[in-house]
């Protein structure tokens, strides 16, 4: 698949869709080829296809193609989207509308707006951020469920709730209003063995179990891990490149030119370099 900046946009409406479907077609056979190999049904894994940075559009047509969850970043981005295809809902021969997956991280400023739209928050990492997405919840009328993003590597400015810090965030999500405990996430270190990670991710996943018996999900894996994580126990894995091919980002303060955004980086070292994506890279 091309994996220029501007290639989205740059083809027709009709040439996009067959890409999309090729690259959607690809995905979903490795799904299935790595359910197989442990001994899973592909259905009870749900691909969450990561659409940020890339136009509406884009989410249009893979909904078109039988796509449902579909993931974003960046509040502003998603809430702009969630309204751009509200009309899907009502369409005839699309009885399932678009379900947006909130998947970076999270500020609490944003957390009503992110309430009012997800159907699943999967990065809930600190008590603030609990009692904001409860008072958005509680606001929009709605019960919003919520993954609790684990740290794999103790990295903060990666995210996550350090492994000794689960059970109590487990609780209070738990026992918040307008909330339901639906399980965990991660991602991957960097530089390090994936297989490891989503091992440990998948025990701390069955002790949160132990004592959440509805928190089932777990949602792991990416572009260049989806394998590992299926392995792992993964119900839910976050699909950007591999489907959408490689991401331009915007300048920022203090960016060098031609940097990509962290959360591109993939597993064990490998991450994506300018615009293009490595084999193992893996956007969420």
Known sequence: MTTTAAHPTALPAAARRAELEAALGA???RVAAAAAACGR?????????????RPAADARLLHALGVRHLGENHDREAAAKAADLADLAD????????QWHFVGSLQRNKAA???RY????????RPAL??????GALNAGRTLPCLLQVSLDGDPRRGGVPADG????ADAVADAPGLRLAGVMAVAPLGGPADAAFDRLAALAARLRADHPRATAVSAGMSGDLET??????THVRIGSALLGGRAYPARVGTPPGATDPEAYGPAGARTTGTHATPLGGAA
């Open 118 to 125: 997800a159907s699943l928050v999967h990065s809930v990492d």
């Open 166 to 169: 689960l059970a109590a965030l």
């Open 113 to 115: 707006s992110v309430a």
């Open 130 to 135: 609990v009692a904001a997405l409860s008072r």
């Open 229 to 234: 994580a299926v392995a792992a126990g993964a």
């Open 91 to 98: 369409l005839a021969g699309h009885p399932e509308p678009p």
């Open 27 to 29: 995905v979903t056979a």
């Open 41 to 53: 049904d592909p259905r009870g894994i749900t691909l969450v296809a990561v659409t940020k940075t």
